[in-house]
């Protein structure tokens, strides 16, 4: 009722922008309210054929666009030859553009009306506010962003894949993708028959060409859809007159990165790829280009669960390296190979403990810690141990007996894991620190000590310590020990306010301007992913975790458990994820490039390094911070 | 007689009737050397009682601004004057405004007046805008005594002067409209009707821009020559 009032409150051409918008989307499942802004911000301009919409000379985007009524052409030069080419085409309902708004960048494709031509557009700033407002509307221009963020996903697999010297790099020529002989016809052959060809070929597109086999059109499953769901016309209708005409053609010369960049930039599933005189000669689907094969990971985790010498697993962690390179190419996301790294490392950090026990058991049971990123499972293949052994005191001894049992244990395990290529700690975060091997009832006071007396060494103590995992030996007394830690911490604010504060310390690392903030003028260019990009997402999801009492000590599965209790939005949350991975990935694709350049592991990036795409995305994501 | 008092009693306490300082308004623009790309044109519709223009009144005045050659839509005119004496039944089939909307309009005066400001004295273009002009000139010297001439211009005869051999099927406002492919949101309603000859005037301004007729003088001859022109063809 209160709506139809509003409605009737507001003017006919309000309304009219309003139902019109509503026929499209993202708007068909934006609120009134927010399409109203729209609707009330507006401008109206009409183009006529071939007047320029927008050109990359326009410098920053500034308006957001919506076709009203007629079309819009996308239009780049040729690399090559003086001509250009048509890269897409904008219809009713369609907006423009999005990418290099959201990018805060001038347009890369000249736009320009085909036929005349009516645009609807807002300024930035109610862009922002609609963004920033409306949901659906968020969703659909982060959309954008997001295949944005598979775009460097994919060039990280494609480095990835050239260190492993396959074939399937999104860098080779599409021709060596191309399906050959793709499935053609003429503009006159029934849908019927066309898609009987289809279905005969198992696909799911069929170009119609001419005489001299140039592709004037192309016809997919998702076609038919439409034709039968909007009854276009009878199944006997010519293909030439339901078919998108003039399908989106790249040579074979041009990447399949480029093709994956069109692809994903306006939602087609199928390219044609033509020789230089236009001529088609395949077609190349979304699916050719991103495959996925699988990686044996099993395999290895039982080789290094079976080896018999610590040599063997030494050995193995090149092969570790090689995994990562593989899944990274194969397009896992960088929240499963961090995963994949750490259960690798838990093997290996086993298999180190089981062949000194058998070597030299000390006869007492413990149960080996983690702490800090490796007790998160958010490892990479730089690591430092930081770890340490809480044992339950036998009967008839002293901590102080146990420990001089267990320490010399300890050493030469801390010693063996530093051959496997996890690195000493260098705080001696380890468990052959005296300090770090504990009964159950001494970590309880040391905990004690360092909730209750919040002193800043503490709290630099608590990112390391807070996040600790049992990896070997029984999980049960540390999971008595880190209840009483939680609830101990739940009921003191003034601790829970002071790990905030730290996490607020660390500013993510951008200047006013947005641009990167250096680490210092001696590494003027670096930034330092894990300090700088990491670790203020690690430190803010655990003060959350800790005061709403989540015992898992993973960042991304924090985030999950604290968005079903809703104590954050499920979107922020998937934003977060999203760019935590995002940062992990790109420290991992340097280490792989130390790592191949045989330079010391380090955490440091210069974002001129880094191809634009990356930096851009980086730059975006550490703003979230 | 009852009605009657009951009427001038609702006008009464309705708000503020006379006594308005009509010298404050803003003047009427000339036909200057003003480029049209930096001008505001006002595009207006109005919905009469009939067509009679001796006897029938508006009832509904809808407009638009454009201006720096794009439609602003939060620069728009959109009121229903409320007349409840009015008998509006002969043509309330066609603009779809009953006696009930009516009697929810707006105080004449106040919009009348509301209107003149928000026109800022910019020129005002109109389809068949003769017509318009004639009422509301009519109306406005009835209402508020207001009598300054405002520089009007019209888009029926625009729109030939620009695409002198566009194929349409008629001369009309929808003739032209499906020839630019356009939808009227709600026909016959002032402010859709005005708003889709905005939109063909942003058409014809677009290929006025091509032709060189830069200036609001330039485009005022335009129109004179045009209706020259068509005079002498029809002698």
Known sequence: MAAANQDTTRPQNTRAIMSFLREHAPFSSMDDTHLAHFAEHATLSFYADGDVVLSPEDGLAKRFYVVKQGRIRGERQHKTEERTETTFEISQGECFPLAALVGERPTRTLHRAAGDTFCLSIEKKDFVTLISESEPFRDFCLRGVSSLLEQVNQRLQSKAMASIGSSNSLDTPLERYALRNPIVCSPDLPVRKAVARMHENNVGSIIITDDGRHPTGIFTLRDLRTMVAEEKGPLDTPIGQVMTSNPCCLPSTADAFEAAMLMAEHHFAHLCVVDEEQRLIGVVSERDLFSLQRVDLVNLARTIGTATHLRTLVALRTDVSRLVDAMLAHGADSGQVVKIITTLNDVTVRRVLELNLKKNDPGIPFTWLTFGSEGRQEQTLLTDQDNGILFETPEGMTPEQVREKLLPFARKVNDELAECGFTLCKGNIMASNPKLCLSIGEWDDWFIRFIDASTPQNLVYSSIFLDMRAVFGPSEPLHRLLENVLARIRKNALFQKMLAGNALQRKPPLTMFRNFRYLNDEKKHSLDLKRQGLAPFVESVRVFALAHGVETANTLERIDALARKDVFDAKDANAWKEAYSLIQAIRMRAHQEMLDKGEELTNYIDPDDLNPLDRRILREITYQL | ?235
């Open chain 2, 1 to 235: 007689m009852l009605e009657q008092i009951k009427q001038w009693l609702a006008q009464r306490r309705g708000g503020v009737t006379g006594d308005h300082d009509t010298d404050s308004l803003p003047a009427p623009k000339t036909a200057s050397d003003q480029l049209l790309t930096r001008s505001r044109l006002v595009v207006l519709d109005l919905e009469t009682t009939g067509l009679n223009f001796s006897k029938d009144e508006v009832i509904a005045i809808g407009a638009v601004a454009i201006e720096s050659g794009v439609i602003h839509l939060n620069d728009q005119f959109d009121l229903i004057l409320r007349r409840p004496e009015l008998d509006i039944s002969e043509t309330v089939l066609i603009h779809g405004i009953g006696p009930e909307a009516l009697t929810q309009g707006h105080e004449t005066e106040d919009a009348l007046l509301h209107l003149l400001e928000w026109m800022n004295g910019d020129p005002i273009l109109a389809y068949h805008s003769a017509f318009d002009q004639k009422f509301l000139e009519k109306t406005l010297k009835a209402q508020l005594g207001y009598t300054s001439q405002h520089l009007w211009m019209d888009v029926a005869e625009l729109l030939p002067a620009f695409f002198p051999h566009a194929e349409t099927k008629g001369r009309g406002l929808d003739n032209w409209a499906d020839y630019f492919n356009l939808q009227i949101s709600e026909r016959h309603h002032a402010a859709a009707d005005a708003m889709v000859t905005a939109e063909l005037t942003l058409a014809a301004l677009n290929m006025a821009q091509k032709k060189d007729v830069k200036t609001l003088k330039e485009l005022v001859d335009k129109l004179h020559y045009q209706r020259r022109l068509q005079q002498m063809h029809r002698l």
